[in-house]
Every structure is written in structure tokens, then in C-alpha cells.
């Protein structure tokens, strides 16, 4: 088993800037991709971004391309996910997830999530 924490989220204006972080417990943190989704009131939760165990390979949606970086640094068991230049429609909770899996984009292809952090941009 692995737990997942996410912090980091809060109310940023638009233009700004967050960093969430995402620490593992349990079981050995190596090995498993990481990333991040997100989900909007009434709407689907969505691929954000992924990284390899790694740390070389990442994938982005292109909604966040160019703001958004993941970085992970596994001796500290964390994953991170900096997000600048914000707009009001990447207000979200955000999750991190981990899993051994080959398609990064899908919900079902993460066995462990964390419980979310809160992301609130205002116009």
C-alpha cells in the first residue's frame, strides 16, 4: 500500500503561482509513475500530468503546457507540481495518484490517490 498526502493548494489571483507537493508513505515510493489530476464541480476529474519513476520522462495536458512543471524527488518520497501563470478555470481540487502503468492520461491506470487539495484562482 501506498498514502498519498497532498498540500499546497490555497486562493491565488490569476497570473499567480502554487506548488503543490505530494508525499508518499508505505510502501516503496520508486518504481511507480506519478501524476496529477484534477476535478471541477460537475465535471469529469482529468489528467494533469505525469512523471516516470525516474524523473526523466513527463507528459502534460495541453490545457497546462508552458505553467505547469512535475518534478519528483523519490529520497524525499515526494512529488511536486508548480503551477504558474494560473487562470480561473484551473480551479480545482487537484490529486496526486501513483501506479505502474503505461497509459499516464487514465484515471484507472493509478491504484493509490490521495484525498486532494483545494485549488481556488480568482479573476
Known amino acids: 500500500q501506498v498514502q498519498l498526502a497532498e498540500s499546497g493548494g490555497g486562493l491565488v489571483q490569476a497570473g499567480g503561482s502554487l506548488r503543490l507537493s505530494c508525499a508518499a508513505s508505505?510502501?516503496?515510493?520508486?518504481?511507480?509513475?506519478m501524476g496529477w489530476f484534477r476535478q471541477a464541480p460537475g465535471k469529469e476529474r482529468e489528467f494533469v500530468t505525469a512523471?516516470?519513476?525516474?524523473?526523466?520522462?513527463?507528459s502534460y495536458a495541453d490545457s497546462v503546457k508552458g505553467r505547469f512543471t512535475i518534478s519528483r524527488d523519490n529520497a524525499k518520497n515526494t512529488v511536486y507540481l508548480q503551477m504558474n501563470s494560473l487562470k480561473p478555470e484551473d480551479t480545482a481540487v487537484y490529486y496526486c495518484?501513483?501506479?505502474?502503468?503505461?497509459?499516464?492520461?487514465?484515471?484507472?491506470?493509478?491504484?493509490?490517490w490521495g484525498q486532494g487539495t483545494q485549488v481556488t484562482v480568482s479573476s
Open positions: 495518484a501513483a501506479g505502474e502503468t503505461m497509459f499516464w492520461a487514465r484515471v484507472r491506470g493509478y491504484d493509490y
Open positions: 512523471i516516470n519513476w525516474r524523473g526523466s520522462t513527463t
Open positions: 508505505g510502501r516503496t515510493f520508486t518504481g511507480y509513475v
